[in-house]
Structures are given as structure tokens and as C-alpha cells.
């Protein structure tokens, strides 16, 4: 009986803890998605830096559906309100699965500033693997766990052997004890009861109770932790020391330039010297065997005269 009682409470803290690494792991991906997103993606207008902004609500946006989703709640509207428009929470509402959609959105926009070359594919192909696809797997993770419980026979026969156990242990306590079998009994039923309703508490992670984990925090932390690297992006390049080291960057890269077209303006020369040197040799080969013809031929025509 007490194997059986251990193993449900091993089996639920293992559930309960695969969740808690799941939720951190969206939590570390999404901060280095919206790092590098931040940092690769060229902006040149405004209207570029609306979209990078509206990006980073998204990344926000996955979590929250995803706490949604596992507490089987039907809107979202109350979190992402003030945050995206009512169009766009309407579309997430009406999606079929509204932390893939979130995803979908990040997608093509990646897949957009490539097109536009304001993103190189080696580096799209980096975030879209590290980022978007480790946050799929995780939320993958824990609707697994979510839809994943022990066998009802299983639990069904557990309690059946516990109810016995406890039957037979109480009538053993009576022949010894007699009257002190009741407070015995009581925390004998009370320890075994309390480790199989430990065991039912933890097994499902994502409710609402006090020892459930606290998907609005995770979400909360997730939300200013992309906002705030959004806003640093935004201070550092308006920061003179960014300016001043992209100056310099670009004044060594006009002079590595002008090296090369020195160096190419002298290559270009010494190949039209070397052309104009081979030519005049070519002509002067020719002259001197045309004049070596005409003095061969007139010493002919001379002995021809004597004869």
C-alpha cells in the first residue's frame, strides 16, 4: 500500500516539476528572442519601429494564451487588454489555438524583414529555431502534462487497499490500545490520507489553487522583462557612446574602402602600362621585320639588274 501511495506522490511532483521547468523555459527563450530580435532586425522608419514594438506585446502574448489555454479559460481579452488592438485580440480569441497563432504572427514577420533585407536568413534561421520553436516545445510540454493522468483503476484500487489498510490497523490498535485506538487511528488516516490527497493536489500544476504555479506572475514578468529590452534597445541607439563607436566604425570602414580603390586604381595602371609597353613592342617587331623584307627584296631586285 505505501509503494502505491509513494509512487502516485513521485508521479505528481515529477508532473509538477516538469511544468515549473517548462514555464522557465518560456520564460528564458522569450527574453533571448525578444534580445536578438531587437538587436538584428534594422529599423529605418517609424512605421518599422511600431511593428518591432507590436512584436514584443506578441512575445508576451504567447504566455498569456498558453495560461489560458491550460486553465481552460475562453478569453483573453482581460490580459491583453491596452496591450494589442480589438482586432487582434478578437482574431487570437476566434483562433483555433491561440498560442500557435501568436507564433504564426512572429513567423512571418521574421520571414517579412528577410524579405525586405533588413534581416540575413543565417540570422532569421537562428532566432526562428532558438526562439519560436523552443517556445512551441514548451508549450507542447505542458499541455501534455495537462492532458496526462494516472489511470482511473489505478487510483480506484489504491484507495480500495487503503480504506482496507486502515480498517485492519485500527481493529489491531483495539485489541491493544482499546480506547486510545480512536486518537491513533485518526493520525495513522490522517498521515496515508494526506500524502494521497498531496499526491491528487500537485498532480495538475496550472489551476488556480495556492499550491498550483503562478502562471499570472510568470506572465507579468514576462511581459516587463520584453518591454524593458525593448526600451534599452531603444536608449542605446540614441546613446552617444553607440553613436561614437558607430562613427568610428565607419570612418575605418570608409578608409579600409579607399585602400581598396587605391589599390585597384594602381592595378588598373600598371595593367595599361603593361598593355601599352607589349604593344609598342609589337609594333616595333613588326617595323623592323618589314624593314629586313623590303632591304632583302631590294638587294634582289639589284642583282637581278647585274645579271
Not at 61 to 81: G, H, N, Q, Y
Not at 176 to 204: F, H, N, Q
Not at 260 to 273: C, G, K, T
Amino acid at each position: 500500500m505505501f509503494i502505491l501511495v509513494a509512487f502516485r506522490g513521485s508521479n505528481s511532483y515529477q508532473k509538477y516539476w516538469e511544468g515549473r521547468i517548462a514555464w522557465g523555459r518560456i520564460q528564458t527563450v522569450s527574453k533571448d528572442l525578444a534580445h536578438m530580435m531587437c538587436c538584428h532586425i534594422t529599423i529605418e522608419t517609424a512605421i518599422d519601429e511600431i511593428e518591432l514594438k507590436r512584436m514584443m506585446t506578441y512575445i508576451g502574448a504567447v504566455s498569456i494564451c498558453a495560461k489560458a489555454r491550460l486553465r481552460r479559460e475562453t478569453s483573453i481579452r482581460e490580459d491583453l487588454k491596452g496591450l494589442l488592438s480589438e482586432n487582434e485580440i478578437k482574431d487570437i480569441d476566434n483562433a483555433l489555438h491561440s498560442p500557435n497563432y501568436c507564433l504564426d504572427v512572429l513567423g512571418h514577420y521574421l520571414a517579412k524583414q528577410v524579405r525586405t533585407k533588413k534581416l540575413e536568413l543565417p540570422t532569421n534561421a537562428l532566432i526562428y529555431s532558438c526562439g519560436v520553436l523552443q517556445i512551441s516545445k514548451a508549450v507542447g510540454d505542458m499541455e501534455r502534462l495537462r492532458n496526462s493522468f494516472i489511470p482511473v483503476i489505478y487510483t480506484l484500487h489504491q484507495r480500495f487497499i487503503m480504506v482496507i489498510w486502515l480498517v485492519l490497523v485500527s481493529m489491531h490498535f483495539l485489541n491493544k490500545y482499546r480506547w486510545y485506538t480512536i486518537p491513533l487511528g485518526s493520525v495513522v488516516a490522517y498521515i496515508v490520507l494526506g500524502i494521497d490527497a498531496m499526491g491528487c493536489e500537485i498532480e495538475e500544476p496550472f489551476g488556480y489553487d495556492k499550491n498550483d504555479l503562478n502562471l499570472t506572475m510568470f506572465c507579468q514578468s514576462i511581459l516587463q522583462e520584453t518591454q524593458d529590452i525593448y526600451h534599452r534597445r531603444s536608449k542605446f541607439g540614441n546613446s552617444p557612446v553607440l553613436q561614437r563607436l558607430q562613427s568610428r566604425h565607419g570612418s575605418r570602414r570608409e578608409r579600409n574602402i579607399e585602400a581598396i580603390n587605391e589599390a585597384d586604381r594602381q592595378i588598373s595602371f600598371s595593367r595599361i602600362v603593361s598593355t601599352i609597353a607589349n604593344d609598342n613592342q609589337y609594333v616595333l617587331t613588326r617595323s623592323s621585320s618589314k624593314a629586313t623584307s623590303s632591304s632583302s627584296s631590294d638587294h634582289d631586285i639589284e642583282m637581278g639588274e647585274e645579271i
